[in-house]
């Protein structure tokens, strides 16, 4: 199951393998005794994946394809809702919540696709940190360096480690702060973080609606195009022809290089002297605005005040069921006028005219997805260590989100090494192109490390 989209859409194509045989071996590594799956799953669908992909086994013996997921095992995020189901988003808070009386929109455009949806993975409590702990459902250790206990990052905690212990061969997240991203950096894979607008959040618990967005993790940039086109209901693969020669990137020195780690460090350097190599023009740019974002977030932010607006009543009747370092950032909104949050609204209007400006002669920014490698689970057991760790993780991909842009998380480690991530990002609209460079520095980077 290790392998990308593309390679199991081709073994089902030619015959090599069949739906039920990858669903098996998906279902069996989540179960597995030595195995991660008890802390990945909130829920597994074990009977009903296996239905399904006994359908799409006979319908392909049919002749009938539905899409290039055909028959594929995918993992979804636990914040979905799926008629039938208790939406928890990774809290015991909605224990006694009523069931959702339909699928969201892209729970249904996975199963119209023929997408095999294995489970629902685990996540930071309500979406609402970058690093992927959870109290109550316990957090799924990094792949790498697992004997260390480093976070798997989040909130998509679960549904990165899905795919990384082959679980699922790819799996849908959110990112409202980088929570697709993150934790693809720190595990070695592929994330898409598509402008918001393009995929529908009808269905899908939310953190904040002015920066949530939903996207894949997966093991190419070419996996994430494939369940783009699916999410998005377009069926339109964005990914096109693009050469790194000529290629204008931007790196952002203002804040985003700040606090980076030997490790990354080096990473990100390497990978930039392999795009120079290949002929991509690389400029460092000051990009103030970045600068004044903890400012215009000083009082929580949208991710504060939209969390204390969805959870106000709940937060009064089972606020003792919250994890505290949840509750804790939820409760800021409170504290947030509504003079606040239009003040907010301007600020950001104003924010992304003058980043949109400054990047416009670029065709990507380019920067570390995460400043640091995964650190110890065991380091953060202090609430400021916590609390520091989140907020820089979520430092450089929260510029994205405020941004209403889209970007790409790519591996740039080198193989055995702590995986680190290059993120490309781009403005609103700018999927086609982020996907496509992404692709092309994919493949500059795998080349030059031998993968």
């Avoid at 994205?400 to 790519?410: E, H, K, M, T």
């Avoid at 090494?417 to 795998?446: F, K, N, T, W, Y």
Wanted: hydrophobic share 45%; glycine share 10%; aromatic share 4%.
């Amino acid at each position: 199951m290790n392998r990308m989209l593309t390679e199991l859409r081709d073994d089902l194509a030619a015959g090599r393998t069949t739906s039920v045989a990858l669903t098996e071996d998906a279902l069996a590594r989540a179960q597995a005794n030595d195995g991660e799956g008890a802390r990945v799953f909130t829920k597994l669908y074990a009977e009903r994946a296996l239905q399904a992909a006994r359908a799409s086994d006979a319908l392909r013996q049919a002749g009938f394809i539905r899409s290039p997921l055909e028959g594929l095992p995918i993992s979804i995020k636990d914040l979905f809702d799926v008629v039938g189901d208790i939406t928890k988003a990774g809290s015991v808070a909605l224990d006694d919540a009523p069931p959702a009386r339909a699928n969201a929109p892209v729970v249904d455009r996975l199963i119209a696709a023929g997408a095999v949806i294995v489970g629902r993975t685990n996540m930071t409590e309500f979406a609402f940190s970058g690093l992927g702990l959870n109290p109550h459902y316990g957090t799924p250790p990094n792949p790498f360096d697992r004997a260390a206990g480093r976070i798997p990052g989040g909130s998509s905690s679960g549904a990165a480690v899905s795919v990384s212990d082959g679980m699922a061969a790819a799996a849908v997240g959110t990112d409202t702060g980088g929570s697709v991203r993150i934790p693809a950096a720190l595990c070695g894979l592929t994330g898409f973080k598509p402008t918001a607008r393009r995929v529908p959040r009808d269905g899908a618990l939310p953190l904040s609606t002015s920066l949530d967005s939903i996207g894949p993790i997966a093991r190419s940039v070419a996996c994430c195009a494939m369940l783009d086109a699916v999410l998005s209901g377009t069926g339109e693969n964005l990914l096109g022809e693009a050469s790194l020669a000529g290629l204008r990137l931007a790196v952002p020195r203002t804040v985003a290089l700040d606090g980076m780690d030997t490790v990354v460090a080096a990473s990100f350097e390497a990978a930039l002297g392999i795009l120079s190599r290949a002929g991509a023009r690389i400029s460092e740019i000051d990009v103030p605005e970045f600068a004044q974002l903890g400012a215009i977030n000083s009082k929580g932010g949208f991710t504060a005040a939209e969390a204390w607006h969805w959870h106000c009543d709940l937060i009064e009747r089972a606020g003792d069921r919250y994890d505290p370092r949840v509750r804790v950032r939820i409760l800021r909104g409170r504290e947030m006028s509504a003079a606040d949050y239009i003040d907010l609204l301007a600020a950001r209007s104003a924010w992304i005219a003058a980043v949109e400006a400054r990047i416009a002669p670029f065709d990507a920014l380019v920067m570390p997805t995460v400043p640091v490698v995964a650190p110890r689970i065991d380091e953060l057991s202090d609430d400021a260590a916590f609390g520091a760790a989140n907020l820089l993780i979520l430092r450089n991909p929260t510029f994205i989100n405020f941004l209403d842009g889209c970007a790409l998380s790519v591996p740039c480690h080198r193989p055995g090494e702590a995986p680190v991530g290059l993120m490309l990002a781009g403005a609103a609209g700018r999927d086609r192109a982020v996907l496509s460079i992404g692709q092309a520095v994919e493949q500059a980077l795998r080349a030059a490390s031998g993968s």
